[in-house]
Protein backbone atom coordinates (compact mmCIF):
# COMPACT_ATOMS: atom_id res chain seq x y z
CA UNK A 1 0.00 0.00 0.00
CA UNK A 2 1.32 3.37 -0.99
CA UNK A 3 -0.13 6.35 1.07
CA UNK A 4 1.02 10.60 1.34
CA UNK A 5 -0.02 11.50 4.83
CA UNK A 6 -0.24 15.19 5.64
CA UNK A 7 -1.09 17.21 8.84
CA UNK A 8 -0.73 21.62 8.68
CA UNK A 9 -3.83 21.60 11.61
CA UNK A 10 -1.42 22.22 14.60
CA UNK A 11 1.48 24.13 15.18
CA UNK A 12 3.25 21.62 13.31
CA UNK A 13 3.70 20.71 9.36
CA UNK A 14 3.95 17.29 8.39
CA UNK A 15 4.03 15.19 5.51
CA UNK A 16 4.61 11.41 4.93
CA UNK A 17 4.54 8.69 2.47
CA UNK A 18 4.15 5.17 3.32
CA UNK A 19 5.33 2.85 1.02
CA UNK A 20 4.67 -0.81 1.84
CA UNK A 21 6.81 -1.27 5.06
CA UNK A 22 8.90 1.83 4.92
CA UNK A 23 7.94 5.62 5.32
CA UNK A 24 9.78 8.87 4.39
CA UNK A 25 8.48 12.23 6.08
CA UNK A 26 9.07 15.36 6.87
CA UNK A 27 8.08 17.47 10.50
CA UNK A 28 8.98 21.02 11.19
CA UNK A 29 6.55 23.66 13.38
CA UNK A 30 6.19 26.56 11.06
CA UNK A 31 4.68 29.03 12.93
CA UNK A 32 1.96 30.44 10.46
CA UNK A 33 3.65 29.45 6.88
CA UNK A 34 1.78 25.64 6.20
CA UNK A 35 0.46 27.24 3.19
CA UNK A 36 3.70 28.16 1.81
CA UNK A 37 5.45 25.13 2.86
CA UNK A 38 3.47 22.23 2.60
CA UNK A 39 3.09 21.53 -1.25
CA UNK A 40 7.46 22.02 -0.72
CA UNK A 41 7.16 18.74 1.77
CA UNK A 42 4.76 17.02 -0.68
CA UNK A 43 7.08 16.85 -3.50
CA UNK A 44 10.76 16.43 -1.91
CA UNK A 45 9.31 13.26 -0.39
CA UNK A 46 7.52 11.94 -3.30
CA UNK A 47 10.63 12.73 -5.43
CA UNK A 48 12.77 10.75 -2.24
CA UNK A 49 10.99 7.87 -3.26
CA UNK A 50 11.11 8.04 -6.69
CA UNK A 51 7.30 8.15 -7.07
CA UNK A 52 4.23 9.95 -8.32
CA UNK A 53 1.38 11.19 -7.10
CA UNK A 54 -0.58 8.60 -9.86
CA UNK A 55 1.42 5.45 -8.22
CA UNK A 56 -0.47 6.05 -4.74
CA UNK A 57 -3.59 4.58 -3.74
CA UNK A 58 -4.81 7.16 -1.55
CA UNK A 59 -3.97 9.94 0.33
CA UNK A 60 -4.63 10.42 4.23
CA UNK A 61 -5.66 13.79 5.10
CA UNK A 62 -5.69 15.96 8.79
CA UNK A 63 -8.87 16.86 9.39
CA UNK A 64 -8.46 18.21 12.43
CA UNK A 65 -9.48 19.47 15.72
CA UNK A 66 -7.13 22.12 15.40
CA UNK A 67 -6.58 25.52 13.95
CA UNK A 68 -9.24 26.31 11.71
CA UNK A 69 -6.93 28.06 9.19
CA UNK A 70 -4.97 25.21 9.33
CA UNK A 71 -7.47 22.23 9.28
CA UNK A 72 -8.70 24.01 5.95
CA UNK A 73 -5.34 24.17 4.53
CA UNK A 74 -4.89 20.32 4.91
CA UNK A 75 -8.43 19.68 3.47
CA UNK A 76 -8.35 21.86 0.58
CA UNK A 77 -4.53 20.71 -0.46
CA UNK A 78 -5.15 16.88 0.41
CA UNK A 79 -8.65 17.43 -2.22
CA UNK A 80 -6.61 19.07 -4.81
CA UNK A 81 -3.82 16.42 -4.85
CA UNK A 82 -6.49 13.79 -4.77
CA UNK A 83 -8.47 15.28 -7.90
CA UNK A 84 -5.69 15.67 -10.13
CA UNK A 85 -4.44 12.10 -9.34
CA UNK A 86 -7.69 10.26 -8.99
CA UNK A 87 -6.83 9.03 -5.81
CA UNK A 88 -9.35 8.48 -2.94
CA UNK A 89 -8.93 10.17 0.59
CA UNK A 90 -9.05 8.85 3.81
CA UNK A 91 -10.02 11.46 6.49
CA UNK A 92 -7.99 10.80 9.83
CA UNK A 93 -8.34 13.16 13.12
CA UNK A 94 -5.42 14.75 14.63
CA UNK A 95 -6.71 13.13 18.12
CA UNK A 96 -6.52 9.81 16.48
CA UNK A 97 -2.96 10.20 14.87
CA UNK A 98 -1.74 11.66 17.94
CA UNK A 99 -3.41 8.74 19.94
CA UNK A 100 -1.59 6.13 17.62
CA UNK A 101 1.93 7.60 18.63
CA UNK A 102 1.47 5.69 22.25
CA UNK A 103 -0.63 3.04 20.84
CA UNK A 104 2.21 1.75 18.38
CA UNK A 105 4.51 1.76 21.82
CA UNK A 106 2.80 -0.66 23.69
CA UNK A 107 -0.20 1.73 25.48
CA UNK A 108 -3.78 -0.26 25.79
CA UNK A 109 -5.53 3.01 26.22
CA UNK A 110 -4.90 6.65 25.41
CA UNK A 111 -5.81 9.93 26.26
CA UNK A 112 -4.70 12.33 23.76
CA UNK A 113 -5.45 16.09 24.26
CA UNK A 114 -4.27 19.31 22.48
CA UNK A 115 -4.48 23.08 23.34
CA UNK A 116 -7.55 24.46 21.88
CA UNK A 117 -6.56 27.94 23.15
CA UNK A 118 -9.27 30.08 24.96
CA UNK A 119 -9.00 27.73 28.05
CA UNK A 120 -10.06 24.61 26.68
CA UNK A 121 -8.57 21.43 25.41
CA UNK A 122 -9.14 19.03 21.99
CA UNK A 123 -9.73 15.55 23.90
CA UNK A 124 -10.27 12.33 23.24
CA UNK A 125 -9.62 8.74 24.65
CA UNK A 126 -8.86 5.59 22.69
CA UNK A 127 -7.86 2.01 22.91
CA UNK A 128 -5.69 -0.11 20.65
CA UNK A 129 -7.15 -2.78 17.94
CA UNK A 130 -5.20 -4.78 15.98
CA UNK A 131 -7.73 -4.52 12.77
CA UNK A 132 -8.58 -0.80 12.93
CA UNK A 133 -4.88 0.49 14.72
CA UNK A 134 -7.48 2.43 17.13
CA UNK A 135 -10.81 2.58 17.86
CA UNK A 136 -12.71 5.65 19.85
CA UNK A 137 -13.96 5.58 23.17
CA UNK A 138 -16.70 8.63 22.69
CA UNK A 139 -16.74 11.52 20.54
CA UNK A 140 -13.83 13.80 20.66
CA UNK A 141 -14.29 16.80 22.81
CA UNK A 142 -13.58 20.27 23.70
CA UNK A 143 -13.78 21.67 26.61
CA UNK A 144 -11.72 23.53 29.70
CA UNK A 145 -9.62 21.14 31.04
CA UNK A 146 -11.95 20.40 34.33
CA UNK A 147 -13.88 18.55 31.89
CA UNK A 148 -11.81 15.79 30.70
CA UNK A 149 -13.08 12.93 32.43
CA UNK A 150 -11.44 9.14 31.80
CA UNK A 151 -13.31 6.09 31.51
CA UNK A 152 -12.48 3.43 34.25
CA UNK A 153 -8.58 1.96 33.49
CA UNK A 154 -5.50 2.93 32.90
CA UNK A 155 -4.81 5.13 30.11
CA UNK A 156 -1.03 7.06 28.79
CA UNK A 157 -1.45 10.59 28.15
CA UNK A 158 -0.37 11.97 25.31
CA UNK A 159 -0.56 16.02 23.58
CA UNK A 160 0.68 19.35 24.28
CA UNK A 161 -3.00 19.68 26.31
CA UNK A 162 -0.89 18.75 29.01
CA UNK A 163 1.79 21.53 28.59
CA UNK A 164 -0.33 23.77 28.54
CA UNK A 165 -2.31 22.86 31.33
CA UNK A 166 -0.19 20.69 33.71
CA UNK A 167 -2.97 20.12 36.14
CA UNK A 168 -4.26 17.33 33.85
CA UNK A 169 -1.46 15.07 34.50
CA UNK A 170 -3.41 14.84 38.04
CA UNK A 171 -6.31 12.46 36.58
CA UNK A 172 -7.13 9.32 38.37
CA UNK A 173 -5.56 6.76 36.07
CA UNK A 174 -2.94 8.64 33.55
CA UNK A 175 0.09 8.13 33.62
CA UNK A 176 2.15 10.77 31.32
CA UNK A 177 5.81 10.45 30.23
CA UNK A 178 7.37 14.39 30.46
CA UNK A 179 8.38 13.98 26.55
CA UNK A 180 4.62 13.00 25.55
CA UNK A 181 3.01 16.48 27.40
CA UNK A 182 5.02 18.06 24.17
CA UNK A 183 3.90 15.77 20.89
CA UNK A 184 2.06 16.70 18.29
CA UNK A 185 0.37 14.59 15.70
CA UNK A 186 2.81 13.47 12.98
CA UNK A 187 1.99 12.70 9.03
CA UNK A 188 3.43 9.93 9.19
CA UNK A 189 0.67 8.13 11.87
CA UNK A 190 -1.78 8.90 9.56
CA UNK A 191 -0.24 7.41 6.89
CA UNK A 192 -0.12 4.24 8.69
CA UNK A 193 -3.97 4.62 9.81
CA UNK A 194 -4.81 5.72 6.08
CA UNK A 195 -3.37 2.42 4.82
CA UNK A 196 -5.28 0.38 7.31
CA UNK A 197 -8.39 2.10 6.20
CA UNK A 198 -7.72 2.22 2.51
CA UNK A 199 -7.60 -1.56 2.67
CA UNK A 200 -10.99 -1.68 4.34
CA UNK A 201 -12.53 0.39 1.10
CA UNK A 202 -13.23 3.21 3.53
CA UNK A 203 -11.63 5.69 1.28
CA UNK A 204 -13.92 8.75 0.24
CA UNK A 205 -14.15 10.73 -2.67
CA UNK A 206 -12.31 14.02 -2.71
CA UNK A 207 -15.20 16.16 -2.89
CA UNK A 208 -16.94 14.27 0.65
CA UNK A 209 -13.76 15.37 2.91
CA UNK A 210 -14.98 17.41 5.60
CA UNK A 211 -13.11 19.44 8.32
CA UNK A 212 -13.60 18.28 12.23
CA UNK A 213 -14.07 21.67 13.96
CA UNK A 214 -15.54 20.47 17.01
CA UNK A 215 -16.46 24.27 17.85
CA UNK A 216 -16.90 27.05 15.57
CA UNK A 217 -15.67 29.81 17.76
CA UNK A 218 -12.45 30.84 16.99
CA UNK A 219 -11.60 33.77 19.83
CA UNK A 220 -12.87 34.78 22.52
CA UNK A 221 -15.24 38.23 23.13
CA UNK A 222 -13.65 41.13 25.11
CA UNK A 223 -15.99 40.41 28.00
CA UNK A 224 -14.66 36.92 28.00
CA UNK A 225 -11.03 38.02 28.15
CA UNK A 226 -11.78 40.40 30.84
CA UNK A 227 -13.85 37.60 32.65
CA UNK A 228 -10.62 34.98 32.28
CA UNK A 229 -8.44 37.44 33.33
CA UNK A 230 -10.16 37.99 36.58
CA UNK A 231 -10.12 34.20 37.26
Not at 49 to 77: E, K, N
Not at 128 to 142: E, I, K, S
Not at 143 to 163: C, D, E, K, Q, T
Not at 172 to 198: E, V
Amino acid sequence: MRVLALDTATEACSVALLDGEESIGRFAELGKTHAQQILGMVDTVLAEAQLSLSMLDGIAASIGPGSFTGVRISVSVAQGLAFGANLRVVPVGTLEALAYQALRRGSAQVLACLDARMGEVYWGCFTADPAHGLLPLGAPRVGPPASVVLPNGVFSGIGRGFAAYPTLSGLPGLHIDPSDSQALPHARDMALLGALRLGRGEGVDPADLRPLYIRDKVALTEAERRQSKRQ
